[in-house]
Nanobody, 127 residues
Framework: QVQLIESGGGLVQAGGSLRLSCAAS????????MAWFRQAPGKEREFVTA????????NYADIVKGRFTVSRDNAKNTVSLQMNSLKPEDTAVYYCAAVFAPYSSTIYSSRGWYNYWGQGTQVTVSS
């Protein structure tokens, strides 16, 4: 079992920045691909970004590309999401997710792959 806990959410003005963190326990993250998803009120949970086991490969949703950066520190069992140039439409609950990845290079961008989820952290961007 992998337990994931997100932190770092909050209220920020448009154009500002936030850094989310996801701390894992129960397993080391070396063998897990990770991702961030988000869910706004009344909307489906959507993909934000994914990162492979060693952090060498990443993928981003077009709507955050160039503004968000995902990274991981397997030694600290953490994954981070740096969010810059935030917009009101980025307002959502952000979730960290993990899936066991047999191959180091694989990135999983679909929600259905992930079987471990955090409880989410609220990000609110005011205009």
């Amino acid at each position: 079992q992998v337990q994931l806990i997100e932190s770092g959410g909050g209220l920020v003005q448009a154009g500002g920045s936030l850094r989310l963190s996801c701390a894992a326990s129960g397993r080391t993250l070396n063998n897990y691909a990770m991702a961030w998803f988000r869910q706004a009120p009344g909307k489906e949970r959507e993909f934000v970004t994914a990162i492979n086991r060693d952090g060498g490969r990443t993928n981003y949703a077009d709507i955050v590309k160039g503004r968000f950066t995902v990274s991981r520190d397997n030694a600290k069992n953490t994954v981070s999401l740096q969010m810059n140039s935030l917009k009101p439409e980025d307002t959502a609950v952000y979730y960290c997710a993990a899936v066991f990845a047999p191959y180091s290079s694989t990135i999983y961008s679909s929600r259905g792959w992930y079987n471990y989820w955090g409880q989410g952290t609220q990000v609110t961007v005011s205009s």
